[in-house]
């Protein structure tokens, strides 16, 4: 087990705030977080690149805060690769294993093991110069795996690939994690988090903000910071009011907006959230069952993975998800009144 305990580092105006947390062996985590969060610092930390001014980092209970990179059994793979260019991938595979001072035979016997696991056997006198970008992805993991680290620490390791080769990676990777490899892994694509994660940190501003099963983290977020990661668009900060209304409890936005909604909880701040696809919009008022029926402005349409984000000023941004039928279907464009509508069972309420 990896314990992150407390890790405290300044650069600057950039600290790293008191980080901690548990990886267990076998598990897939994932940091999470924009440019600039502390993602990479915190793994060259845990890598023993960076020192921390405080804190600690423990391998089985043992600390290893003042290791070096050598003596720490781990495998850190680069976002630019680091493959020697003057070397044959059999060599750059061979390079770690001659410092560890083995056999001639041992050394074959692994880079045979690693080459047919991550299907290169047929690169092994290739230079890394004429490879494609996806072969050399594997070769660097393959050498990084070469000496069985403890744990593998991954650096944006998709950041720079086509997306067929990243969904190449993605399988080797979730292969190597069901065989039990552990794996850090550090990433600001949502998608690629759910893709890969068993546990997802989220970063922000150089704090953890939220740590857990990957599930629970992407589908409860707890703050908007978050949300705008896992890709929920309404996500509204309100006050809940002990005033009830035909069993519904009404919360109030920002700009003193009422909406209602079912929640066991009658008061206190937090969040609505409301899916895109929760949300029909009407050119007329409309008589409805829908508890929540608000008039705006369409500011813009955005073309999405699964339809079109017809995102719409009610005195709060709301954002709608039609289909491309549906946006002829009401011929609607940026700039026309439309009344948006969902229904109170419809919004969730996650307490600050």
């Not at 076998?26 to 060259?44: F, R, T």
């Not at 704090?207 to 705008?228: D, T, W, Y």
């Not at 009404?250 to 696809?277: C, R, S, V």
Request: charged share 20%; glycine share 6%.
């Amino acid at each position: 087990m990896i314990r992150i305990d407390r890790i405290f580092k300044s650069f600057g105006s950039f600290q790293i705030y008191d980080v901690s947390l548990e990886i267990e062996p076998g598990d897939y985590v994932v940091l999470l977080g924009d440019s600039g969060s502390g993602k990479s610092v915190l793994l060259e930390i845990i890598a023993g690149l960076t020192p921390p001014d405080s804190g600690h980092i423990f391998l089985n209970n043992n600390d290893i805060t003042d290791l070096p990179i050598r003596s720490r059994p781990f495998g850190m793979v680069f976002q630019d690769l680091a493959l020697f260019p003057h070397l044959t991938v059999k060599n750059n595979l061979a390079y770690p294993l001659k410092a560890r001072h083995l056999s001639k035979a041992e050394i074959n016997r692994r880079i045979m093991e690693l080459s047919e696991n991550l299907d290169i056997a047929n690169l092994l006198n290739r230079f890394p110069n004429t490879l494609s970008g996806g072969e050399r992805q594997r070769v660097a993991l393959a050498r990084t795996l070469a000496t069985e680290p403890a744990c593998l620490l991954l650096d944006e390791p998709l950041t720079a690939i086509d997306a067929h080769i990243r969904k190449e990676i993605k399988s080797i990777l979730r292969k190597l994690n069901r065989n039990g490899q552990t794996i850090i892994h550090v990433t600001h694509d949502y998608q690629e988090a759910m893709s890969l994660a068993s546990r997802i940190g989220i970063l922000e501003n150089g704090r953890l903000i939220h740590f857990g099963q990957a599930v629970e983290v992407l589908k409860n977020p707890v703050s908007p910071f978050m949300a705008s990661f896992t890709g929920i668009r309404n996500f509204i900060p309100v006050t809940l009011s002990r005033d009830l209304s035909d069993g519904l409890v009404k919360a109030w936005t920002e700009q003193n907006i009422p909406l209602f909604l079912q929640t066991e909880k009658d008061h206190g701040t937090g969040y609505l959230m409301i899916p895109e696809d929760a949300v029909f919009l009407s050119l007329l008022p409309v008589a409805t069952s829908a508890a929540n029926q608000l008039k705006g402005e369409i500011i813009e349409i955005i073309p999405a993975h699964y339809g079109n984000e017809v995102v719409i000023d009610v005195g709060f941004s709301l954002v709608a998800l039609l289909t491309s039928s549906g946006i002829d279907r009401l011929s609607i464009k940026p700039g026309d009144v439309v009344y948006a509508c969902f229904k109170a069972t419809a919004i969730r309420f996650i307490k600050k």
